[in-house]
């Protein structure tokens, strides 16, 4: 079955980077995207972008450019993304969702990791 | 700031039926048939309920429904069951990038 797995809570201080990562398996991974989406406190969700599973081709959300950087390993089928120059307003469950690969906007969102959650805190 | 808006609550007895609708600040949910809706519950990840503006992944029950009418897409629950509480995020292509709506609270009376 397909399943999308994510690495654990982090802490971090502001200024710091984090990296998530997202290791898919029960399917072919260069047949999918990759977008992440995350959920700050008492917020809704907000799309971060997306990442191509076949050649690695992405499209980040305006608000993180030049903050946000999203790879991929296909050798072990995993998805990362990372952020830099935390803040406090970066405080958030991340969550990674497969997509489709033939259009980085498409919103169909049939499979999600459990979700991580980034801590920003002095 | 979101480009899709939503009602921020709605609520119905068991049995019952709500409507949330979603409209979009730009011609995105009118000039494109690709909204999605999300159910999420707390602490666990989303779960796609609708896309393509009306076609239910499989699994969802049948009394989820999607529609559009011009720049406002609605899900409607049908026969509303106490699992149903949850928040619900409708989702848009927009072009370049992906918008979601500000989110609603289903609440079950």
Partial sequence: QVQLVQSGAEVKRPGASVKVSCKASGYAFASYGITWVRQAPGQGLEWMGWISGEDGNRNYAHELQGRVTMTTDTSTSTAYMEVRSLRSDDTAVYYCARSPISVSTLPN????GQGTLVTVSP | QSALTQPRSVSGSPGQSVTISCTGTSNYVSDYNYVSWFQHHPGKAPKLMIYDVANRPSGVPDRFSGSKSGNTA???ISGLQTEDEADYYCCSYAGTYTSFGTGTQ???L
Wanted: net charge negative.
């Fill in chain 2, 74 to 76: 609605s899900l409607t």
């Fill in chain 1, 109 to 112: 969102y049939d499979y999600w």
């Fill in chain 2, 106 to 108: 289903v609440t079950v």
